[in-house]
């Protein structure tokens, strides 16, 4: 009954979703002011009904309803609860109610947070995301429906992907989605604007905050990934430019050009036909990223079952929407102004030229994903394009981009004179290029790469500091701590996203750089030492895990013959998937992690063992979660919450 | 307006390809050896242990080659194919049994029927490195002289048969 | 002798520990055909898997894939020679670097091209604004504007 009951409401929310697609968009176009009202309760109705829908299937998880097809194939009596809800996303069909559920999410925060803009505009962007969730809705429906069900019930489920079973798979997909979908709205909002044909600076610091809030989770989601892949897949790797991989990548590079090119929207008016343009872009790259993970174009590692049905559904919808909006945006485009004028050497022309930098390195991202495809299709041949082209092709493309990074944000807007910038940053490019230089001689190597890494990381943060110290000083104040206090959290989340690039660059360039790898067969006593620390292999123990069996061993760290930690990296068998995952034991730190992984055992009771010492590796995630951080301060800054408390006042 | 319609081409031209590709299966990969001679091997047999085969043998006639295992699924698919093949009598098919235990495999070819005159076994894998065997089961059609002239990857079925194998074995042994 | 010389080698890599005895073995028997075969596949991509490197598989093709190379690098063969007995048998699939052809070349040009016509657009179009545009008041307008129909909305 209860999955009948989800079903239901998915029909419904196609019906509501058909209305708020519709009605408001017709409102806004004749000025019928009883039409653009239903936007509003139609996207609450349509948040109430698929989440009754994501209820039910959760409820089909929590109970073991296994004449669930979806529920069937992807749980078992065995698995853990939590793993058994987090199986709602574990797969094809619910992944997509999850995004659906997650758009409706979007839509219900439009609905809360929009009572400044103008009826018609509110209309319109509610209907752009009825349209789009009515796609997805038709989609689930006709070809991916998470309801169905089997006759006769399975006696058991075949269980959840052994890959999946993990606890960063459980917040991974929610937080790229809430990424992924939440740059539907800074689509609709370009959408809206182009329709309603004011495209102005009111429409850029609308969309600035929801940009910025779908970029933090964004960040966070990729990292995670990332994160993910490093203690899961048990080779020690955080970053393989899947195809997967690069699909969330891409609307992240978009998506940052984008919140780049509308800081100058709003600030100074310009940019306005390239900025509606990066909007678009980063929505579409989005669904592209769907498409390319459901329909089985390109093999990854993160290979979900595929039917070419669903890929054909998939490619029309693409079509239709991201065809739609670019032809609208080719037909309206032409009409909007230039905005303010600057100079060549500007604020503007940095951020542009940076924009331009992250656009051609996310053209080269898709063109590397999709080569192998284009081939394929002209009878080419067959090739793989993997890491070692990735590598060549950005750095020499980042570099430059991360050099503007320093100099954006200390130019001046409109005019800014290069000499003089030359002389402010004098000492941060000194600093900066010595240490570079001379630092991997202390650690024991140099190479190019290494210094490049170490040069691009300072210069960041060394222009930030230079940038924070003239801010401050130019204020006036009677206290250092007030004039920190006046400075705007808008800025210092800029500051505080950028020295996150810095922390992420030192990351992967001590990683590529220092760290140690060593495969060894290991018995049971024995010791090896790799970056200073001696693992001892103490034992191995049999285990049994709720649906899997493991066999345990226990490594004992110590380093100059002081305790450090113990490990316990697992070889697990999962019985129902008949597979066989191993599951890392890492000790985290601020400057290295120490990783081992069990291999397979070996005669004579030995086990190959995989040990890594991975220098500053934490730091690539870390400087994700700075990015993100300074994000969340910036839309917390002064103007955003004078906005909302003056909504909340007019509300009550 | 003519710039701004760029962004649209663009998106045209990459939708174009991923129509294309979705009728494409990217796990497949084309053999180069493809219109090459076949590569040379001396592999035991696996019910007289103590002879070899090798494709020299083969000069002169038409065949095919099927590497196979009794640990592989897709085998058991193609199967009755084979014997069908094996009946009607058209074209020899020669097997390569492949990283398989001998037990197994006679016990395998005894429950579901043999299909090869002459089955080779390649134990280490070594031959199936040569052909760019990368998953069982997979199929040379290999002519007169020795060239491999198709390559099946996975199971072969009616389809495949009907219309690649036997048109093309039957224009083979005219020449 | 061949114990001598792994615990050699073990002694320049890493600190030496004292605790000689139960030292663990590298896998590979010769550590430097284990440091080239490392180099090299990781650029190679293991056929059966989705999409790994030869290096991470564990796919037993992966593994006699490993054997092979393992024993080509004994013989002294170079990574050249290496990497053409792959591609004669699996085609240019196997790289993850893809070669230099005729069909891969925009490929390896595309960034910069894409570089290159970004960086053009970007020139041309501030040299037109800088020539249509000498300087208006309308954004200082427009932004007026922003402000009175934000407030507009806010109050």
Same mark, same amino acid.
């Given at each position: 009954?209860?999955?009948?009951?989800?079903?239901?409401?998915?029909?419904?929310?196609?019906?509501?979703?058909?209305?708020?697609?519709?009605?408001?968009?017709?409102?806004?176009?004749?000025?019928?002011?009883?039409?653009?009202?239903?936007?509003?309760?139609?996207?609450?109705?349509?948040?109430?009904?698929?989440?009754?829908?994501?209820?039910?299937?959760?409820?089909?998880?929590?109970?073991?309803?296994?004449?669930?097809?979806? +529920?069937?194939?992807?749980?078992?009596?065995?698995?853990?609860?939590?793993?058994?809800?987090?199986?709602?996303?574990?797969?094809?069909?619910?992944?997509?109610?999850?995004?659906?559920?997650?758009?409706?999410?979007?839509?219900?925060?439009?609905?809360?947070?929009?009572?400044?803009?103008?009826?018609?505009?509110?209309?319109?962007?509610?209907?752009?995301?009825?349209?789009?969730?009515?796609?997805?809705?038709?989609?689930?429906?006709?070809?991916?429906?998470?309801?169905?069900?089997?006759?006769?019930?399975?006696?058991?489920?075949?269980?959840?992907?052994?890959?999946?079973?993990?606890?960063?798979?459980?917040?991974?997909?929610?937080?790229?989605?809430?990424?992924?979908?939440?740059?539907?709205?800074?689509?609709?909002?370009?959408?809206?604007?182009?329709?309603?044909?004011?495209?102005?600076?009111?429409?850029?610091?609308?969309?600035?905050?929801?940009?910025?809030?779908?970029?933090?989770?964004?960040?966070?989601?990729?990292?995670?990934?990332?994160?993910?892949?490093?203690?899961?897949?048990?080779?020690?790797?955080?970053?393989?430019?899947?195809?997967?991989?690069?699909?969330?990548?891409?609307?992240?590079?978009?998506?940052?050009?984008?919140?780049?090119?509308?800081?100058?929207?709003?600030?100074?008016?310009?940019?306005?036909?390239?900025?509606?343009?990066?909007?678009?872009?980063?929505?579409?790259?989005?669904?592209?990223?769907?498409?390319?993970?459901?329909?089985?174009?390109?093999?990854?590692?993160?290979?979900?079952?595929?039917?070419?049905?669903?890929?054909?559904?998939?490619?029309?919808?693409?079509?239709?929407?991201?065809?739609?909006?670019?032809?609208?945006?080719?037909?309206?485009?032409?009409?909007?102004?230039?905005?303010?004028?600057?100079?060549?050497?500007?604020?503007?022309?940095?951020?542009?030229?940076?924009?331009?930098?992250?656009?051609?390195?996310?053209?080269?991202?898709?063109?590397?994903?999709?080569?192998?495809?284009?081939?394929?299709?002209?009878?080419? &041949?067959?090739?793989?394009?993997?890491?070692?082209?990735?590598?060549?092709?950005?750095?020499?493309?980042?570099?430059?981009?991360?050099?503007?990074?320093?100099?954006?944000?200390?130019?001046?807007?409109?005019?800014?004179?290069?000499?003089?910038?030359?002389?402010?940053?004098?000492?941060?490019?000194?600093?900066?290029?010595?240490?570079?230089?001379?630092?991997?001689?202390?650690?024991?190597?140099?190479?190019?790469?290494?210094?490049?890494?170490?040069?691009?990381?300072?210069? +960041? +943060?060394?222009?930030?500091?230079?940038?924070?110290?003239?801010?401050?000083?130019?204020?006036? &104040?009677?206290?250092?701590?007030?004039?920190?206090?006046?400075?705007?959290?808008?800025?210092?989340?800029?500051?505080?996203?950028?020295?996150?690039?810095?922390?992420?660059?030192?990351?992967?360039?001590? +990683?590529?750089?220092?760290?140690?790898?060593?495969?060894?067969?290991?018995?049971?006593?024995?010791?090896?030492?790799?970056?200073?620390?001696?693992?001892?292999?103490?034992?191995?123990?049999?285990?049994?895990?709720?649906?899997?069996?493991?066999?345990?061993?226990?490594?004992?760290?110590?380093?100059?013959?002081?305790?450090?930690?113990?490990?316990?990296?697992?070889?697990?068998?999962?019985?129902?998937?008949?597979?066989?995952?191993?599951?890392?034991?890492?000790?985290?730190?601020?400057?290295?992690?120490?990783?081992?992984?069990?291999?397979?055992?070996?005669?004579?009771?030995?086990?190959?063992?995989?040990?890594?010492?991975?220098?500053?590796?934490?730091?690539?995630?870390?400087?994700?979660?700075?990015?993100?951080?300074?994000?969340?301060?910036?839309?917390?800054?002064?103007?955003?919450?004078?906005?909302?408390?003056?909504?909340?006042?007019?509300?009550? | 307006?003519?710039?701004?319609?760029?962004?649209?081409?663009?998106?045209?031209?990459?939708?174009?390809?991923?129509?294309?590709?979705?009728?494409?299966?990217?796990?497949?990969?084309?053999?180069?050896?493809?219109?090459?001679?076949?590569?040379?091997?001396?592999?035991?047999?696996?019910?007289?242990?103590?002879?070899?085969?090798?494709?020299?043998?083969?000069?002169?006639?038409?065949?095919?080659?099927?590497?196979?295992?009794?640990?592989?699924?897709?085998?058991?698919?193609?199967?009755?194919?084979?014997?069908?093949?094996?009946?009607?009598?058209?074209?020899?098919?020669?097997?390569?049994?492949?990283?398989?235990?001998?037990?197994?495999?006679?016990?395998?070819?005894?429950?579901?029927?043999?299909?090869?005159?002459?089955?080779?076994?390649?134990?280490?894998?070594?031959?199936?490195?040569?052909?760019?065997?990368?998953?069982?089961?997979?199929?040379?059609?290999?002519?007169?002289?020795?060239?491999?002239?198709?390559?099946?990857?996975?199971?072969?079925?009616?389809?495949?048969?009907?219309?690649?194998?036997?048109?093309?074995?039957?224009?083979?042994?005219?020449? | 002798?061949?114990?001598?010389?792994?615990?050699?080698?073990?002694?320049?890599?890493?600190?030496?520990?004292?605790?000689?005895?139960?030292?663990?073995?590298?896998?590979?028997?010769?550590?430097?055909?284990?440091?080239?075969?490392?180099?090299?596949?990781?650029?190679?991509?293991?056929?059966?898997?989705?999409?790994?490197?030869?290096?991470?598989?564990?796919?037993?093709?992966?593994?006699?894939?490993?054997?092979?190379?393992?024993?080509?690098?004994?013989?002294?063969?170079?990574?050249?020679?290496?990497?053409?007995?792959?591609?004669?048998?699996?085609?240019?699939?196997?790289?993850?670097?893809?070669?230099?052809?005729?069909?891969?070349?925009?490929?390896?040009?595309?960034?910069?091209?894409?570089?290159?016509?970004?960086?053009?657009?970007?020139?041309?179009?501030?040299? #037109?604004?800088?020539?249509?545009?000498?300087?208006?008041?309308?954004?200082?307008?427009?932004?007026?504007?922003?402000? #009175?129909?934000?407030?507009?909305?806010?109050?």
């Amino acid at each position: 009954m209860i999955p009948e009951i989800g079903h239901f409401a998915l029909i419904l929310a196609l019906c509501v979703a058909t209305i708020q697609g519709t009605l408001p968009l017709l409102g806004a176009a004749s000025g019928n002011a009883s039409l653009m009202a239903v936007a509003k309760p139609a996207a609450r109705g349509q948040f109430l009904l698929v989440l009754i829908a994501f209820c039910c299937l959760g409820a089909a998880f929590a109970v073991n309803d296994f004449s669930v097809l979806y +529920v069937a194939a992807n749980a078992n009596s065995k698995l853990p609860l939590h793993y058994r809800l987090a199986a709602i996303w574990g797969a094809h069909e619910g992944s997509l109610l999850l995004w659906t559920f997650i758009l409706c999410l979007w839509m219900v925060a439009v609905t809360l947070f929009s009572r400044h803009l103008p009826e018609a505009m509110r209309a319109r962007i509610l209907g752009v995301m009825g349209l789009v969730s009515f796609g997805f809705l038709l989609f689930m429906l006709t070809v991916s429906n998470p309801f169905l069900r089997l006759i006769p019930a399975a006696p058991d489920g075949r269980d959840l992907n052994p890959l999946l079973q993990d606890p960063g798979m459980v917040i991974h997909p929610p937080m790229l989605y809430m990424g992924y979908v939440g740059f539907s709205v800074a689509f609709a909002f370009a959408i809206a604007a182009l329709l309603g044909g004011n495209l102005d600076a009111a429409w850029a610091r609308w969309s600035r905050p929801w940009t910025t809030v779908a970029w933090c989770f964004l960040t966070v989601g990729i990292a995670m990934g990332s994160g993910w892949a490093y203690y899961e897949l048990g080779w020690g790797g955080w970053w393989f430019w899947d195809p997967v991989e690069n699909a969330s990548f891409m609307p992240w590079l978009a998506g940052t050009a984008l919140i780049h090119s509308l800081a100058v929207t709003d600030k100074r008016g310009g940019f306005k036909v390239w900025t509606v343009l990066l909007a678009i872009l980063a929505f579409s790259l989005s669904l592209l990223g769907t498409f390319l993970v459901r329909s089985g174009v390109l093999t990854s590692v993160h290979a979900f079952a595929t039917d070419p049905k669903r890929g054909l559904f998939i490619l029309a919808f693409l079509a239709v929407v991201i065809g739609g909006s670019l032809l609208l945006y080719a037909w309206r485009a032409p009409r909007v102004g230039l905005g303010g004028g600057f100079d060549p050497v500007s604020r503007e022309s940095m951020l542009l030229a940076n924009n331009v930098l992250l656009v051609v390195a996310m053209g080269s991202v898709l063109l590397g994903t999709l080569y192998p495809l284009f081939l394929d299709a002209l009878g080419l &041949g067959k090739i793989s394009v993997g890491p070692p082209y990735f590598d060549t092709v950005f750095v020499p493309l980042m570099t430059p981009a991360i050099f503007l990074m320093g100099l954006g944000p200390i130019a001046q807007w409109k005019k800014a004179d290069l000499p003089a910038l030359a002389v402010r940053l004098r000492w941060a490019f000194g600093v900066s290029f010595g240490t570079a230089v001379l630092l991997p001689f202390v650690l024991g190597k140099w190479t190019p790469l290494l210094s490049l890494g170490l040069l691009l990381a300072l210069w +960041v +943060v060394t222009t930030a500091v230079v940038n924070v110290r003239e801010r401050v000083t130019h204020l006036t &104040g009677d206290s250092l701590m007030t004039k920190l206090a006046a400075v705007p959290r808008a800025y210092w989340g800029m500051q505080l996203a950028h020295c996150g690039i810095a922390v992420l660059i030192v990351g992967v360039t001590m +990683v590529k750089g220092f760290e140690v790898e060593q495969d060894v067969r290991m018995n049971i006593g024995d010791t090896t030492t790799i970056g200073g620390y001696t693992f001892k292999f103490d034992s191995i123990q049999d285990l049994m895990g709720p649906n899997y069996t493991a066999a345990r061993g226990t490594f004992h760290v110590t380093k100059n013959g002081g305790d450090v930690t113990t490990l316990y990296p697992e070889k697990r068998f999962y019985m129902v998937q008949n597979q066989t995952m191993t599951e890392a034991a890492i000790d985290s730190g601020l400057v290295r992690d120490l990783y081992v992984s069990l291999g397979e055992p070996l005669q004579g009771g030995a086990w190959s063992v995989r040990l890594y010492h991975k220098p500053f590796i934490d730091w690539i995630w870390g400087g994700c979660l700075i990015m993100a951080i300074g994000g969340v301060l910036a839309i917390s800054d002064r103007r955003y919450r004078l906005g909302w408390r003056r909504e909340q006042a007019a509300a009550a | 307006m003519k710039r701004f319609l760029l962004p649209l081409a663009v998106f045209a031209v990459v939708v174009g390809f991923l129509a294309v590709g979705l009728t494409l299966n990217p796990r497949e990969v084309p053999s180069p050896l493809v219109g090459k001679a076949a590569p040379d091997f001396s592999l035991p047999q696996l019910y007289e242990t103590e002879k070899t085969f090798s494709p020299k043998d083969m000069a002169g006639k038409v065949w095919l080659l099927n590497f196979w295992a009794s640990w592989c699924n897709g085998c058991k698919d193609e199967h009755p194919v084979l014997m069908q093949m094996a009946k009607s009598g058209e074209v020899p098919i020669y097997g390569v049994d492949y990283k398989d235990q001998r037990g197994e495999a006679l016990t395998w070819l005894q429950q579901w029927g043999n299909p090869y005159p002459l089955v080779a076994v390649d134990e280490s894998g070594r031959v199936g490195i040569n052909y760019g065997v990368y998953g069982v089961p997979e199929t040379y059609v290999i002519d007169k002289q020795g060239i491999i002239r198709y390559k099946q990857i996975g199971p072969i079925d009616q389809d495949v048969l009907h219309k690649k194998i036997l048109p093309l074995v039957k224009e083979l042994q005219t020449q | 002798m061949k114990r001598v010389r792994v615990l050699l080698f073990m002694c320049a890599v890493i600190a030496p520990t004292g605790v000689w005895a139960d030292e663990a073995k590298p896998l590979g028997e010769n550590p430097q055909v284990e440091a080239r075969l490392k180099t090299l596949a990781v650029e190679l991509r293991c056929l059966v898997c989705q999409n790994q490197t030869l290096a991470d598989s564990s796919a037993p093709l992966a593994e006699d894939l490993r054997r092979e190379v393992r024993e080509m690098i004994a013989k002294n063969m170079t990574d050249q020679e290496i990497i053409e007995f792959l591609v004669a048998r699996y085609g240019d699939f196997v790289l993850y670097r893809p070669p230099w052809r005729l069909t891969t070349t925009l490929l390896w040009l595309g960034p910069f091209l894409l570089l290159l016509v970004g960086g053009t657009v970007l020139v041309v179009t501030l040299r #037109r604004r800088q020539k249509t545009l000498p300087e208006t008041v309308l954004s200082e307008e427009e932004h007026r504007r922003a402000e #009175r129909l934000l407030s507009k909305g806010n109050t």
